[in-house]
């Protein structure tokens, strides 16, 4: 069966700090995946998606990227957090035309 | 992008009574759609889709509604229960895009 896992759960950061989350899918070749974050109280913000290896497309300008250094690992990050940064980040994955979500890391930006 | 609405952003329900969810989508040419249903904490989950060539689908107590010609969409819970209390999103999508536009939101309250 196919899974898709998030790490961390949650973590807090002081600003001006990096960032790295990573999501990687179990069970399936080739996914598109997908990064979205959420603010609290508030619908999905999709950030970046990627088709394959090494191919990310931005939908939002910001001091987030991605990258996809492997098939099945999708990697969000950033050099210098902001607090408008703190939100919920989820990792997500199409199977046939359904898009299905990881457990999310909460990051909050103190 | 065209946007997904939701009309209400709270629904207060009794346990045991039915919910209907609603949404309304402008992009005339969505052909997919899909409830979500997100706990707090934790990523959205599939409850059920629907695609434009169909009216009505059932699952297990829930049914997706879905009228073209207003473009809304809706989502029925049956006999209620605390544990349906979560926010629910609905999302379409187009020409198999694979990148659903979401509604905000509606969060279902069910009180016993």
């Known amino acids: 069966s196919q899974t898709i896992h998030q790490w961390p759960a949650t973590l807090v950061q002081p600003v001006g700090s990096p960032l790295s989350l990573e999501c990687t899918v179990e069970g399936t070749s080739n996914p598109n995946l997908y990064w979205y974050r959420q603010a609290a109280g508030r619908g999905l913000q999709l950030l970046f998606y990627?088709?394959?290896?090494?191919?990310i497309s931005s939908e939002v300008p910001q001091n987030l990227s991605a990258s996809r250094p492997q098939d099945r690992q999708f990697i969000l990050s950033s050099k210098k957090l902001l607090l408008s940064d703190s939100g919920f980040y989820l990792c997500?994955?199409?199977?046939?035309?359904?898009?299905?979500f990881g457990p999310g890391t909460r990051l909050t930006v103190l | 992008g065209e946007s997904v609405g939701l009309h209400l952003p709270t629904l207060s329900v009794q346990e045991g009574d039915n919910s209907i969810i609603n949404c309304a989508y402008s992009n005339s040419a969505s052909d997919y759609f899909i409830w979500y249903k997100q706990e707090s904490g934790k990523g959205p989950q599939f409850i059920i889709d629907?695609?434009?060539?169909?009216d009505k689908r059932q699952g297990q107590r829930v049914t997706v509604l879905l009228n073209k010609t207003v473009k809304h969409l809706s989502l029925q819970i049956a006999a209620t229960q605390p544990g349906d209390s979560a926010v629910y999103f609905c999302?379409?999508?187009?020409?198999?895009?694979?990148?659903?536009?979401f509604g905000r939101g509606t969060s279902l309250i069910v009180h016993p």
């Open positions: 629907i695609r434009s060539n169909m």
């Open positions: 999302a379409e999508d187009s020409g198999g895009s694979y990148i659903p536009t």
């Open positions: 990627s088709v394959g290896i090494g191919q």
């Open positions: 997500a994955w199409v199977t046939g035309d359904t898009q299905y």
